[in-house]
């Protein structure tokens, strides 16, 4: 077996006072797309935060590319190539559509996007590109953040709840625009709380229930009740 | 009559360029990594002094000083931050504040350790009493001198701010710092850079202020509320506002001296308190505290 892309082993967080994260394993091959479903609470967002870089982690929980990358800061996890669409969005609001797509490419990694990519693959954003980022619709700011993860040219993209707070027209739109973005030996984890949106575009797929994996499996073959009794912990 | 009390307020908006680069450094500062540094006005007379010695040691003309003194300062800058003032920045904003009051001390000290408590003046010559006429009044070059400074240095540093690299970096900072930090930016290398460019206006402050008067180690405070209140009155985050205070309050105190010479800095203090109770957040705010 290769050696896998990222690779989380017994990864334990804390979201303020509180642990939120207990042992997690975990890996993703290269290309492979993962889905992270949970219940509010638990631990996905802390989950993102921790393999980015925001939190610190002890020594040897996250190793990436064969490295140990537990102590690095967010930027040097950046340069190293992992792009988070935050949750939420959290698009720079003093810069244009343009700066903010400009800043995501700040690393300087070489790849397929550009702004000539990001704006072919939403036009929205070329007519809008000299507006304040925050003057967008939703929609158009999610195209924002995850076209400013793109400019990074990553190895491994992660999407925090991409669809949350969005018109499911919009949501439709956006999860038919992933498999291309995504196509191109990308590997992803997309945090979703719209399970059947994650089942489709992801390979396999990984439920947190307070702080600890309580399901792993292939996304096409994991049953729905094996999922609800992963996700609320009940049978 | 009427033409004396056009000079007061022309002379205040001269006035007001200097008060204007005290600020901008402060306004650069707390728009950056909201960081409010009390030691500001003591960096503007340790510029001064530097100013000085340059001037002394190597026989140049003060303007020409500037060429050390400001990568100078600006050095001194990015270490101080590196070195001492990202280790006071969190979700608290008490330590920067205390940490900077401390530093405030100890330069205050220190420059009266080394130059003692003796006024000192810059000596720029001729630059010091030159002056021109312009419609019946005379103005003096050095003030004139030094409002353009102010609009150059204001100028650069909008221009830095959305049209560079470095700006963009700024901004996006100023903005997220977690999501900055995303996007491959270090912000505590970030905010050694804003450092350095705050202290290297504040060495183009501080040495026009050693032409203007004379200085001690003990005037920076008075410097610091002055910045402040520029600051304050123009709105935070808003460079061209920070301009517009400094001059609101130049013309403040000119016209208070005008009618009682005593009253000189209490209009100035006045004029700042009237406006925070008009406008609280200022006159032209782009950011919110």
């Known amino acids: 077996m290769p050696e896998p892309l990222l690779q989380i082993a017994g990864l334990n967080a804390h979201y303020r006072d509180f642990q939120a994260l207990y042992g997690l394993d975990m890996t993703v091959a290269a290309g492979e797309v993962l889905a992270i479903i949970g219940a509010n609470g638990a631990g996905k967002t802390t989950f993102m935060r921790s393999i980015s870089g925001l939190i610190a982690n002890g020594s040897g929980q996250v190793k990436y590319q064969g490295r140990d990358i537990s102590g690095l800061r967010a930027d040097e996890v950046a340069a190293l190539g992992i792009a988070l669409v935050p949750e939420g969005r959290q698009l720079f609001r003093s810069l244009s559509v343009e700066e903010n797509l400009i800043i995501g490419g700040q690393t300087g990694r070489k790849g397929p996007w550009n702004l000539a990519a990001v704006f072919a693959l939403f036009p929205i954003l070329k007519e809008r590109r000299a507006v304040p980022a925050t003057s967008l619709s939703g929609g158009q700011q999610q195209m924002v953040a995850i076209g400013r993860a793109l400019m990074a040219n990553p190895d491994l993209i992660l999407f925090d709840e991409i669809s949350l707070g969005l018109a499911p027209i919009i949501i439709r739109d956006i999860y038919a625009a992933l498999p291309g973005i995504i196509g191109e030996g990308m590997s992803a984890m997309i945090v979703e709380q719209d399970i059947s949106k994650a089942l489709s575009v992801s390979d396999r797929l990984y439920c947190l229930q307070e702080g600890r994996i309580s399901l792993e499996g292939a996304s096409g073959a994991v049953s729905r009740a094996d999922i609800s009794r992963a996700y609320f912990g009940m049978e | ?289």
């Open chain 2, 1 to 289: 009559m009427t033409m004396e009390w056009v000079n007061a307020i022309v002379q205040g908006t001269l006035l007001g360029g200097l008060y204007a680069l005290f600020a901008a450094g402060l306004s650069l500062i707390f728009g950056v990594m909201r960081l409010v540094n009390i030691a500001h006005g003591d960096l503007i007379v340790m510029a001064a002094y530097l100013g000085l010695t340059v001037v002394s040691v190597l026989g140049i003309h003060p303007l020409l000083a500037l060429v050390l003194v400001v990568p100078l300062m600006a050095g001194f800058g990015y270490v101080l931050q590196r070195a001492v003032l990202n280790r006071t920045l969190g979700d608290d904003l008490l330590p920067p504040l205390l940490v900077t009051f401390g530093l405030s001390v100890i330069l205050q000290n220190g420059l009266l350790e080394v130059y003692s408590a003796d006024p000192q003046k810059i000596n720029a010559g001729v630059l010091e009493t030159a002056s021109v006429s312009v419609a019946g009044l005379s103005l003096g070059v050095l003030p004139l001198l030094t409002f353009a400074v102010a609009l150059a240095v204001i100028w650069g540093l909008q221009w830095v701010f959305y049209h560079t690299a470095l700006g963009r970096a700024f901004r996006a900072v100023s903005d997220n710092q977690d999501i900055a930090q995303l996007m491959g930016l270090n912000r505590r290398h970030i905010f050694g850079l804003a450092m350095a460019l705050a202290l290297g206006v504040t060495a183009i402050a501080g040495i026009l202020l050693g032409i203007r008067t004379s200085f001690d180690p003990s005037i920076g405070g008075g410097r610091l509320i002055f910045g402040f209140e520029a600051v304050i009155i123009g709105g935070l985050g808003n460079l061209w506002g920070t301009l517009a205070g400094g001059v609101i309050l130049g013309v403040a105190q000119t016209i208070g001296a005008k009618i009682d010479p005593g009253w000189q800095l209490l209009a100035g203090h006045i004029a700042f308190l009237v406006i925070l109770a008009i406008r609280p957040n200022g006159l032209f705010p782009r950011i919110s505290a």
